[in-house]
C-alpha cells in the first residue's frame, strides 16, 4: 500500500521544527529565568531598591537623631543593630535612607545618558559624514577625559550638590553610550532589510522607528545597564569629595567620608557603607552580565 | 560496501560513525550511521544538501569538533591509524601530516595578519623541520605545483592581497606542503566564481592523480562530482543514501532522493514546465522521523518506510543503496 | 500544477503607459564609480583609484519579459540591480521607466518608481530584520506605500498564501526559525506585497540548496504569470539563467558584452568571454569532463580595468585594435537583436576576424 505522495505544488507540506513558538523578548526570558546566577542577584538588587523605596517605612530609627554619648557604638549596642555612626545615628538606618540617594545617582544619569546618547549615537550612525563628524569627534573629545576627573571638575564648577552631580554623572556617560549606538547603528545601516525597506519607500525616520531601534536598544541596552554599578561608585566618589551630598543628608559616600578618621576607633563600622556599595555594584554588575548572555544567544 | 572489490587495503574506513551534538535545550543528530572506505588514491564525492551531515562527517575525520558539545560513535580509521584514539601530539601530527583538509571560504581560512610564506613555513617546519630557508624553497615548490602566477612574489603576501582564486590556490598548497595522503575538501569552490572554480577543479584532479592522494570531496553541486569524483556517497539526515561509482549514481540513481536531485537540478530543462522539485523540506535534525528520514517527501514511500530503517542493500557490486524498494 | 489561489492576470495593469510596444524599462548607459579610500598618498585626490563598477550599460528590458544578467564577481552586475531602483544614485546616464525618465523634472520620481519596481535580494542573514517576526516585515512595504496597519497586515497574511507559506504558521515567526528556502518566500513576499510591476532578483536562488531552488524557481514562474510581471534576474549560475529567461545581458568588469535571446546566446555565443563561461560549466556527465579550463588566471579587479576591450587580457583573440578602441555593443535596442561588443563582430573595426567593412 502507497502513501499518497506529498503535493508537487509550491505549499509548504512539511512541519516546522518542533521548538515552541517563542519571541526574541520571550526567549530571553526564558533564559532568564533557567540561569540561577542571575536569578539570585536579580532578587537581591530588587532587595536593595525596595529597601531604599520603602526606606521610611523599614529604617528601624529616625536617621539624623544624633546622640552626644552613643557615638561610634559597636554593632548590637542598644538595639543599633550596626552600630552607631560618628555622631550617634543609627548606622542601619542612615544605610537605608542613604542608598536611596545613592541608588537615584545611580540610574538616574545612566537613563538620562541612555536617551541622550543613545540618540546622538543613532543620528551620527545615519547621518552622513559631516554629521557624524561632528558629533563623533565632539564625543572624543569628552571621552578623552578620565571619567572621575571629569566628574568632579563638571560637578564642582556647578557648585556640587545632588542635581550637579547627577547631571556631571550624565555628561559624563553620554559619550560611551553615543559611541555604543553609533557603532550599532553603522553595523545595521548596511544590512539587506535597511536596502529593502529604502526600497520599499520608506523615508529614514520610519525606518530607524521600525527596523534600526529594535536592533539597537539591545547593544545599548547591555552596555547601559554595566555603567549603573559605575554610576554608584562615581557618585559615591563625588559625595566622598563633598561634591555630591551634603551633610547631613545619608549618602553611602558621604557617609565613607566622614567616617574616615574613626577608623582608629572602630574600622568595623567604617567599612559598613563600602561594603554596602560593594555589594550593590557587583549585584547590578551580574545581573547585566546575565541579561547580556540572556540576549545575546540566538538559535 | 562491497568487500570483494577491494584489493589494497583501504586508506580510510569509517564504520557506523555517528555524531550528536548535545546542548542543553536539544540534541542534533547530525551524523547517524555512517560506513565507507576508501582506497589509496580514490576521490569520494560525499553529495547532499545542508544538514545533510556531509561537512560534520568531515570535520569528525579531523577531530575538528568542539569537544565539550559533540558526541562521537563509531570507528575512523586513516592509515590504519584509529583516529578517535589519538591524544593530542599524535593528531598534531595527522592533521596536515597524514591528512589535510581545504575549506570553502579561504579568506576565513587563511590568517589576515600573516603572509601565506609564513603561514605555509610554519606548517611546514612544524611536521617536517628544517630551516626557514629550507621551507620557504618548499613554499615556493608548491606554489609552482598549483600554478600561481609571480609566485616570489605571492609568498609574502598577505591573504587579502591575493584574489579569491589565488587564495584558494594557496590553500590547497598550504595544504599538500606536508605530502598528506589524503585531503579532505569542504566545498573548496563554492564560493568561487564559475571560470574560477573549473580551473580549481583541474587542477585538484591533476594534483590528486599526481600525487597519489585520496580525496573526500564534499559539496551539493552534481557537476562537480560528475567532474572530480570516482565514486559518489549521498547523504540525507546524516545517513549515506546511495552509494557507487560516480557514472552509475548519475546515470542510473537508485534511491529516490539521488532521482529527485537529478531531476531538479536545473540543467538544460525545457522552459514552459515546471522544475520537478523534491516537496518539502529536509528534516529537523533534532527531531529525525522514525523509519526513513526521506520518507515524508518520496514520491514511492510505502508504509513500511515509515517504521523501519532501510539498511544497505546492494543491487549491483560496488552500489549501495537505502531504500526498501531496491532490490538487494 | 497551479496553485488554488493563484489565477492568471487577464487584464492590462491600468498603470500600463504605452503598450506592449513600449519597452518597460531603457537604461541608457549607466554609469557608476565608487571612489577607492586611499592612504595619504590620495589625500588631496591625486590620483585616486576608482571602482568603476558599471561604466556605459545601456539595455531594453520589455514588458512582460524575464531578462536575465550574469557575470562574475567584479562584473557590477549587483551595482546595477541597486541602480536600477535608485538604491544607489548614477553618476551619469538614464533610466526611463515605462516612457518616463526616473529623477527627471518632468518624469517619475524614485518614491513612484518605487511603486513599480521591487527587489528580492539574495538569502543571507541580513535579508530580514532578525527582530521583527516575518509578517510585519512583509507588510512594511505596504505600510509605508500609505495602507493602515490592519490593511498591511492583511495583504502580508494573503500574500504570504500566495507564495505558499501559511500566514497562520509563519507569520509570528522569526527569521532565524525558518529554512533558506522559507526566508526565500518571505523576501519574495515582501516584494510582491507592494504589488510591483517588475521585480529585480539579485541572486535570488543563489543560496539555497538545489532541491529547493527548483521549488523556488517554480514558484516564480507561477506568479510571474499570475501577477503579470517582468523579471529581471541576476545570477551566476548560467544553467538557471538559461531555464528562467527569455532574453540574456552578459556582463564583464561593468560593461555589457554580449546581449541577445537566450537560446541564441547559449547555442551561438558571440563573445569570447561568453563562449569561455558556458565552457566553465562542470559537465553532468563524468564520461566526457572538461580537460582544459577555458579561462585562466581570476577575473580582474574592476579598478583600473585594461584600456580598450576589458576582456582582452584573457582574450585568444586579442589583437592590438583591442587595447586601442573600446568595442561598442550595436543595436540593442530590439527584442531579437543579439549583439556582442567585440571587434571581431563590428564590420570594420581593424580585427583580422573582422568582416569587411559594410557587410553583414
Same mark, same amino acid.
Given at each position: ?33 533557567? /540561569? ?53 545615628? /543609627? ?15 545611580? +540610574? ?82 548596511? +544590512?539587506? *532589510? ?26 545599548? *541596552? ?18 566622598? +569629595? ?11 559616600? +558621604? ?45 | ?40 588514491? #580514490? ?61 570553502? #571560504? ?80 569542504? #566545498? ?53 543514501? #546511495? ?86 | ?112 518608481? $518605487? ?33 493602515? %496597519?490592519?490593511?498591511? $497586515? ?30 526565500? $518566500? ?122 580598450? !576591450? $576589458?576582456?582582452?587580457?584573457? !582574450? ?25 561588443? !567585440?571587434?571581431? %563582430? ?10 569587411? %567593412?559594410?557587410?553583414?
Amino acid at each position: 500500500m502507497s502513501l499518497t505522495s506529498a503535493a508537487a505544488s509550491n505549499w509548504e507540506a512539511d512541519a516546522l521544527p518542533a521548538t515552541k513558538v517563542r519571541s526574541y523578548w520571550q526567549s530571553v526570558g526564558y533564559r532568564l529565568r533557567h /540561569d540561577p546566577v542571575t536569578l539570585v542577584f536579580g532578587a537581591i538588587v530588587l532587595a536593595i531598591i525596595l529597601t531604599a523605596v520603602f526606606a521610611p517605612w523599614i529604617a528601624p530609627m529616625d536617621p539624623y537623631k544624633d546622640s552626644v554619648i552613643g557615638r561610634l557604638k559597636p554593632f548590637g549596642w542598644r538595639g543599633h543593630i550596626l552600630g552607631t555612626d560618628e555622631l550617634g545615628r /543609627d548606622m542601619l538606618s542612615r544605610l537605608i535612607h542613604g542608598g536611596r540617594i545613592s541608588l537615584m545617582m545611580g +540610574l538616574v544619569p545612566v537613563l538620562v545618558a541612555t536617551i541622550v546618547g543613545g540618540t546622538l549615537g543613532i543620528i551620527a550612525g545615519f547621518g552622513g559624514r559631516a554629521v557624524n563628524t561632528a558629533i563623533m569627534r565632539t564625543m572624543d573629545v569628552f571621552y578623552a577625559f578620565p571619567s572621575v576627573l571629569l566628574a568632579v571638575a563638571i560637578s564642582g564648577a556647578m557648585g556640587g550638590g545632588i542635581a550637579n552631580g547627577m547631571i556631571a554623572l550624565s555628561l559624563v556617560f553620554t559619550p560611551a553610550i553615543c559611541r555604543v549606538a553609533e557603532t550599532a547603528t553603522a553595523q545595521v545601516r548596511n +544590512l539587506d *532589510f535597511i536596502e529593502a525597506a529604502r526600497a520599499s519607500g520608506a523615508g529614514t525616520f520610519t525606518i530607524i522607528r521600525h527596523h534600526v531601534l529594535g536592533n539597537v536598544l539591545g547593544p545599548v *541596552f547591555i552596555y547601559s545597564s554595566s555603567l549603573v554599578s559605575v554610576s554608584i561608585l562615581l557618585a559615591s566618589g563625588l559625595s566622598f +569629595l563633598g561634591l555630591g551630598v551634603k551633610p547631613p543628608e545619608p549618602d553611602w559616600g +558621604l557617609m565613607l567620608s566622614t567616617l574616615r578618621q574613626s577608623i582608629y576607633v572602630n574600622p568595623l563600622i567604617c567599612a559598613v557603607p563600602g561594603i554596602a556599595i560593594f555589594i550593590t555594584s557587583i549585584c547590578f554588575n551580574l545581573v547585566s552580565d546575565g541579561i547580556r548572555a540572556a540576549m545575546d544567544v540566538r538559535m | 560496501m562491497d568487500g570483494s572489490h577491494i584489493a589494497t587495503p583501504p586508506l580510510v574506513e569509517v564504520d557506523d560513525l555517528t555524531v550528536r551534538f548535545v546542548t542543553r535545550e536539544a540534541t542534533v543528530h547530525a551524523v547517524n550511521g555512517v560506513s565507507f572506505a576508501i582506497r589509496p588514491g #580514490e576521490t569520494l564525492c560525499i553529495l547532499g544538501e545542508s544538514g545533510s551531515g556531509k561537512s560534520v562527517t568531515l570535520r569528525a575525520l579531523m577531530r575538528l569538533l568542539p569537544p565539550d558539545r559533540t558526541r562521537i560513535t563509531g570507528t575512523m580509521k586513516v592509515d590504519g591509524r584509529d583516529v578517535l584514539a589519538m591524544d593530542r601530539r599524535a593528531l598534531g601530527a595527522y592533521r596536515g601530516g597524514l591528512a589535510s583538509m581545504i575549506f570553502q #571560504e579561504p579568506m576565513t581560512a587563511l590568517d589576515p595578519v600573516y603572509t601565506i610564506n609564513q603561514q605555509i613555513s610554519e606548517t611546514i617546519i612544524r611536521h617536517n623541520g628544517g630551516t626557514k630557508a629550507q621551507a620557504r624553497a618548499r613554499a615556493l615548490e608548491l606554489f609552482e605545483l598549483v600554478k600561481i602566477p609571480s609566485p616570489e612574489r605571492r609568498l609574502d603576501a598577505y591573504p587579502h592581497e591575493l584574489s579569491g582564486g589565488l587564495r584558494q590556490r594557496a590553500m590547497i598548497a598550504m595544504a599538500l606542503s606536508c605530502g598528506p595522503r589524503l585531503l579532505l575538501a569542504d #566545498e573548496p569552490t563554492t564560493a568561487l566564481d564559475a571560470t574560477v572554480q573549473i580551473q580549481v577543479l583541474i587542477l585538484l584532479r591533476r594534483l590528486q592523480k599526481d600525487l597519489g592522494m585520496a580525496t573526500i570531496f564534499v559539496t551539493h553541486d552534481l557537476g562537480v562530482a560528475a567532474e572530480i569524483a570516482d565514486r559518489v556517497a549521498v547523504m540525507y539526515a546524516g545517513r549515506i543514501v #546511495e552509494e557507487g561509482p560516480v557514472a552509475e549514481v548519475l546515470g542510473n540513481p537508485q534511491h529516490p532522493y539521488t532521482q529527485g536531485l537529478l531531476a531538479s537540478t536545473v540543467h538544460g530543462q525545457p522552459r514552459d514546465q515546471d522544475i520537478q522539485a523534491i516537496p518539502g523540506s529536509p528534516p529537523d535534525l533534532r527531531r529525525l522521523p522514525s523509519g526513513c528520514a526521506f520518507g515524508p517527501r518520496c514520491s514511492q514511500a510505502m508504509l513500511a518506510c515509515r517504521t523501519i530503517v532501510p539498511e544497505p542493500r546492494h543491487p549491483a557490486p560496488g552500489r549501495m543503496a537505502r531504500c526498501l524498494r531496491v532490490q538487494a | 500544477m497551479d496553485h488554488p489561489t493563484l489565477t492568471h492576470a487577464d487584464d492590462a495593469d491600468p498603470r500600463d503607459r504605452g503598450g506592449t510596444a513600449q519597452p518597460l524599462l531603457i537604461a541608457r548607459d549607466l554609469r557608476k564609480h565608487f571612489q577607492v579610500k586611499g592612504g595619504p598618498a590620495t589625500l588631496f585626490g591625486a590620483g585616486r583609484a576608482a571602482v568603476r563598477a558599471v561604466d556605459g550599460v545601456s539595455f531594453t528590458l520589455f514588458k512582460g519579459e524575464t531578462l536575465g544578467i550574469v557575470g562574475e564577481s567584479g562584473c557590477g552586475k549587483s551595482t546595477l540591480a541597486r541602480l536600477l531602483l535608485h538604491l544607489i544614485v548614477p553618476d551619469a546616464g538614464e533610466l526611463i521607466f515605462d516612457g518616463d525618465t526616473v529623477a527627471a523634472p518632468d518624469g517619475i520620481t524614485v518614491r513612484a518608481l $518605487r511603486q513599480q519596481v521591487q527587489m528580492v535580494f539574495q538569502d543571507s542573514y541580513s535579508s530580514l530584520n532578525p527582530r521583527m517576526p516575518v509578517q510585519d516585515s512583509v507588510a512594511f512595504g505596504p505600510y509605508v506605500q500609505g495602507r493602515s %496597519q490592519a490593511e498591511a $497586515r492583511d495583504i502580508a497574511r494573503d500574500i504570504l498564501v500566495k507564495v505558499g507559506l501559511n500566514p497562520a504558521l509563519f507569520g509570528p515567526r522569526y527569521p532565524h526559525e525558518l529554512s533558506g528556502g522559507q526566508k526565500q $518566500r518571505v523576501n519574495i513576499a515582501r516584494a510582491l506585497a507592494i504589488n510591483p510591476r517588475m521585480v529585480i532578483l539579485d541572486e535570488a536562488v543563489s543560496a539555497l540548496d538545489k532541491s529547493i531552488e527548483a521549488q523556488v524557481l517554480n514558484l516564480l514562474r507561477q506568479l510571474k504569470r499570475s501577477f503579470n510581471l517582468t523579471y529581471v534576474f541576476i545570477s551566476h549560475d548560467l544553467n538557471v539563467v538559461q531555464y528562467i529567461s527569455d532574453r540574456v545581458l552578459v556582463m564583464y568588469l561593468g560593461h555589457v558584452v554580449e546581449l541577445g535571446p537566450v537560446d541564441a546566446i547559449f547555442d551561438r555565443p558571440l563573445h569570447p568571454y561568453t563562449t569561455a563561461l558556458l565552457g566553465s560549466r562542470p559537465s553532468m556527465d563524468p564520461a566526457h569532463r572538461i580537460d582544459e579550463p577555458p579561462l585562466t588566471g581570476d577575473p580582474p579587479s574592476p579598478i583600473n580595468p585594461p584600456s580598450g !576591450c $576589458r576582456f582582452r587580457t584573457r !582574450c585568444l583573440h586579442a589583437e592590438p585594435i583591442c587595447a586601442a578602441t573600446v568595442p561598442v555593443l550595436g543595436a540593442w535596442l530590439d527584442r531579437e537583436s543579439h549583439v556582442a561588443a !567585440c571587434h571581431i %563582430q563590428t564590420p570594420g573595426s581593424g580585427h583580422s576576424q573582422a568582416a569587411a %567593412q559594410g557587410s553583414a
